[in-house]
Structure formats: C-alpha cells, structure tokens
Nanobody, 114 residues
Framework: QVQLVESGGGLAQAGGSLRLSCVAS????????MGWYRQAPGKQREMVAT???????YYADSVKGRFTISRDNAKNTVYLQMNSLKPEDTDVYYC????????WGQGTLVTVSS
C-alpha cells in the first residue's frame, strides 16, 4: 500500500509560479514511477509530467518548458514546479504512483487568474 498526500495548490496570477509537492508513505520502495495528472470538471484526467525510478522525465506538450518535475528520494517526495502559469492550467492536480497498481492522491486545486 502507498499513500500520497499533495500540497501546494492555490491561486496564482497568469505568468506566476506555484510548486506542488506529493509525499509518499507506505511501501515506497516499490514505486516504479510517480507523476502529476490534472483534471477539469467533465473532462478526462490527463498526464502533466512523469518521473520514473531511473529519473527519466516526460511532459505533456502543453507544459513543456514551463513545468519541471523532480523528486527527493530521501524524503519520498515528488515536486512539480509550475512557471509561466496560464489560465488554462487551472485544474485539480493529482499525484500518481505506479506500484503493483496505480495509486492516487486526493488532489489539490490550482487556479490561475488572468
């Protein structure tokens, strides 16, 4: 079992920055990859950024060059640094861990005002 707790969401102005954090607990040694997804009401959840156990990173085209995913293995924490925010980045952001199954955090709301 893995538990994920996100933090760092909130309100930002367009062009501003926010940093999301996701702390994993439980069987963290079994985590293969972690990532951030986002979902707007009535829409499918979409991948924002992923970091694998080996450190490879993947980004959605819409956030490349603006968002950076990183992790601190000692703290079992993954971060999402979001710069140059746009109103269309407004969503609920979810942390995801890939183990023997998929685990999700509870989500944190990011609101970007124009």
């Amino acid at each position: 079992q893995v538990q994920l707790v996100e933090s760092g969401g909130g309100l930002a102005q367009a062009g501003g920055s926010l940093r999301l954090s996701c702390v994993a607990s439980g069987s963290t040694f079994r985590i293969n990859a972690m990532g951030w997804y986002r979902q707007a009401p009535g829409k499918q959840r979409e991948m924002v950024a992923t970091i694998t156990f080996g450190g490879s990173t993947y980004y959605a085209d819409s956030v490349k060059g603006r968002f950076t995913i990183s992790r601190d293995n000692a703290k079992n924490t993954v971060y999402l640094q979001m710069n140059s925010l746009k109103p269309e980045d407004t969503d609920v952001y979810y942390c995801r861990a890939v183990v023997d199954r998929i685990y999700w955090g509870q989500g944190t709301l990011v609101t970007v005002s124009s």
